[in-house]
């Protein structure tokens, strides 16, 4: 019984590291512009689709099709935010979430034109042979999901901390014009904020794929996912979104492993429900008092 | 009279097109698909332009009053008004249970606490297979009659629904005018402001969700007997996300707006078709430019337009149903009452 747990646990930690990394998108994104950026999904699903295409299909080394592809990814994250969000003034917010709707159906459409309807999957990167030790098993590549998540997250925290980069964003999403007047620029600011977020979004779908496989439409469920986790650990705490995504990820797996797979999202987004009633502004979220 | 000049205008199209065109397929089949996603954005729109209060779950009230009607009328031989009026118990039911804790929320929250009911309604109808067919769905749904006058053609279901429509709009309006349509529009502007002038906010709110919920389970009801069909596809999350699009795209806090995003969202596909492989592309290309090119929506913007045009040398009233004043409009937006 303990050892199936930790099983379902493992399994959870997998899965949560890839929301993690939506979420944390979702949470730098939001911290920089005030967008619920529901494409963040399809970040994933372009970094996956893209480094398989020039692996597979041009027959890239590895290691270079995967680097090209979150360039991609990245390249367009900048464009989501130069053609899409930036022109968009005096827009409302629910406007801007209808923006990122229809960039995700957009790119969705071109995922679909260039690759096909076809689930399609990137090699393990160093073997399928699980690890054991007793009854508990685990693939190499969720080791690789494990790490990569730990390492990216550890990044973002050092960039937004001790780089001046990082620390004019901050800035940024503190207050514009204060940050305008010292010097910063707002835009480029912004540009880069997106550009993170899609390199992080490209890297949870390269270092999935391989366990979870992906398809033209994969993306939409992780971005629902991801914003959910970035809720769940309240919103703009970009640590509260690693944690939420992680915690998400922990009860997915538990309810699908105890209880049934078919509720296990219903299961997941009950709990989220309840957190919510009991605590309205997340699980790390401050609460603010609305200004009138 | 002047008030619902507007009304008169849609009761003379409604009545017109299908006299001008009898039998077209645009208008009696797509058309009625469009009176149909009209109906459910009004009552979206309730809730989201003159309350401010995001639904990103609304589809699942479609859900509740389509299952009801489908379930009652096929397994257990119940009155197909019978059903109707248990759907609508059902949807306005579930709404009322949950109103005060998820409309207790704000903005990103809101909008998640919602979109998580509206999934959790849909794996529920995919799961209970017993009771709901799973993801199959319900086949064999018997029609409304009316006085023994069976609404069993495309032509009559236009009909009907345009009917549905346009007491729907003229409640809506009135609505707007009365009391408490300001004092919902108080909650849209400032919640805590509104709650000080002595506005009973969380119920003014229930009230609100309520009336959207009944609406799209009446909606959802109609649904199920017109299409003699239900399955769970039809109130998934995208449906929840394209009638949000309606409202928002239309021009939020405009009736108008959200049949007009109706209208557009109905249509587009249809004419998309010819794009074969490039539909969903040239789909999505469509809604970012509207939002990115009007941001108020197609209404609010075109209103904008006309406004600039006339100059400032005629500053006029902004039309009763038209969009809230530019000014308020990112302060007084559903989401944005969280100050990160």
Not at chain 1, 236 to 242: C, Q, S
Not at chain 2, 87 to 113: D, N, Q, S, T
Not at chain 2, 202 to 210: E, I, L, N, S
Not at chain 2, 259 to 269: C, D, H, K
Request: with cysteine; aromatic share 8%.
């Amino acid at each position: 019984m303990w050892d199936q747990i930790l099983q379902f646990l493992l399994t959870g930690i997998t899965l949560g590291s890839t929301y993690a990394l939506v979420a944390l998108g979702f949470a730098i994104i939001y911290n920089a512009s005030d967008v619920v950026n529901l494409a963040q999904g399809e970040f994933v699903m372009l970094g996956a689709m893209s480094a398989i295409a020039l692996s597979a299909g041009q027959g890239l080394p590895l290691p270079l099709a995967i680097l090209l592809a979150v360039l991609l990814t990245l390249v367009v994250g900048l464009m989501l935010q130069r053609f899409a969000i930036a022109p968009a003034k005096g827009i409302t917010v629910v406007g801007t979430i209808i923006i990122t709707i229809g960039a995700s159906i957009f790119l969705r459409g071109l995922a679909l034109l260039l690759w096909g309807k076809d689930i399609q999957a990137l090699p393990h990167f160093s073997g399928e042979t699980p690890l054991r030790w007793g009854d508990l098993t685990l693939l190499p590549q969720s080791l690789w999901v494990m790490g990569g998540t730990a390492l990216l997250v550890l990044g973002v925290q050092l960039f937004f901390n001790r780089t001046l980069l990082g620390k004019a964003i901050l800035a940024c999403s503190c207050n514009k014009t204060a940050a305008q007047l010292v010097g910063i620029n707002v835009g480029r600011m912004l540009l880069v904020a997106y550009g993170l977020s899609a390199l992080l979004g490209a890297m949870a779908g390269v270092l999935v794929t391989p366990i979870t496989y992906t398809s033209y439409d994969a993306g939409i469920m992780l971005g629902l996912k991801g914003f959910a986790a970035a809720v769940l650990g309240g919103m703009g705490n970009p640590m509260g979104a690693v944690a939420g995504g992680l915690l998400l990820g922990l009860l997915e797996s538990l309810a699908a492993g105890l209880i049934s797979s078919g509720y296990k999202d219903a299961i997941a987004f009950i709990i989220l429900l309840l957190v919510l009633f009991l605590r309205p502004s997340g699980l790390f979220g401050r609460a603010v008092s609305e200004r009138v | 009279m002047k008030r619902l000049r507007g009304w008169w205008l849609l009761v003379a199209l409604l009545i017109a097109l299908p006299l001008l065109f009898p039998g077209n397929y645009y208008v009696t089949v797509v058309g009625a698909s469009a009176l149909l996603h009209a109906i459910l954005a009004v009552g979206l729109n309730l809730l989201m332009g003159y309350a401010g209060q995001i639904s990103l779950g609304h589809a699942a009230f479609f859900g509740l009053g389509a299952y009801s009607s489908a379930i009652l009328t096929t397994r257990y031989g119940v009155n197909p008004w019978l059903a109707l009026g248990a759907g609508l118990v059902l949807a306005g039911g579930v709404a009322y249970l949950i109103a005060r804790p998820v409309l207790r929320l704000k903005g990103h929250y809101l909008a998640m606490a919602t979109l998580g009911f509206g999934i959790i309604v849909h794996i529920l109808l995919v799961q209970t297979g017993g009771l709901t067919g799973g993801p199959d769905g319900i086949g064999g749904i018997p029609t409304l009659s009316l006085f023994g006058w069976a609404i069993d053609s495309d032509a009559r279901w236009y009909g009907v629904l345009a009917a549905t429509l346009l007491i729907l709009v003229l409640g809506a309006l009135n609505l707007m005018d009365s009391r408490s349509g300001r004092a919902l529009g108080a909650i849209h502007g400032a919640e805590v402001a509104a709650g000080m002038m002595g506005i009973d906010t969380a119920a003014a709110k229930t009230a609100v969700f309520v009336l959207a919920a009944l609406t799209a389970g009446l909606a959802g009801s109609l649904f199920a007997h017109q299409q003699a069909f239900v399955s769970p596809d039809s109130f998934n999350f995208f449906v929840s996300i394209e009638l949000v699009t309606m409202v928002v795209l239309g021009g939020i806090a405009s009736t108008w707006g959200a049949i007009l995003g109706a209208v557009i969202l109905t249509f587009l596909p249809e004419l998309l078709v010819v794009f074969e492989d490039y539909e969903v592309l040239i789909f999505g290309a469509i809604l970012m430019l509207i939002m990115i090119f009007l941001p108020q929506g197609i209404v609010g913007g075109l209103a904008d337009l006309w406004a600039r045009r006339q100059g400032a040398a005629a500053p006029t009233d902004p039309p009763k149903a038209g969009p809230a004043p530019r000014g308020l409009a990112p302060a007084s937006d559903p989401v944005s009452q969280d100050a990160a």
